[in-house]
């Protein structure tokens, strides 16, 4: 994958994150910029922060739980985000950051 591929798949996977946010009437805010999606939690202003990082085409989370990569894998014939070094998907690992941060309930599934 060459990087403007892996610059159209993290657009698509934000976008898709901004979607779910505002379909769920949740107190996140985002802002997309600069290759960075910033969600802050209204409850108590904490921020989850994911970048992308096209050198390496990794995704970065950043949340109180800590700093997490994820790479993206082929699995029984689906691609998916997993975290380089327990296997977690991004999309539950994400969901529990969000979780644990506002105190809301929200579900990512991409």
């Known amino acids: 994958m060459n990087e403007a591929e892996f610059n159209q798949i993290v657009d698509e996977l ?3 994150i901004e979607e779910t946010i505002d379909d769920s009437g949740v ?3 985002y802002e997309n910029s600069g290759g960075m999606l910033t ?3 209204d409850l ?3 921020q989850i922060i994911l970048s992308r990082q ?3 085409a990794e995704i970065w989370l950043a949340a109180k739980s800590g700093g997490f990569h994820f790479k ?3 699995d029984d014939g689906e691609t998916r ?3 380089t070094v327990s296997g977690e998907l991004l999309s539950a690992m994400l969901t529990e950051a969000c979780q644990l941060q ?3 309930s929200i579900r990512f599934s991409f």
């Open 81 to 83: 985000w997993s975290n």
């Open 27 to 29: 107190d996140i805010d």
């Open 14 to 16: 934000m976008f898709g």
């Open 54 to 56: 096209p050198s390496m």
């Open 102 to 104: 506002s105190s809301e």
């Open 44 to 46: 108590n202003g904490s």
């Open 39 to 41: 969600l802050t939690c």
């Open 72 to 74: 993206l894998k082929e």
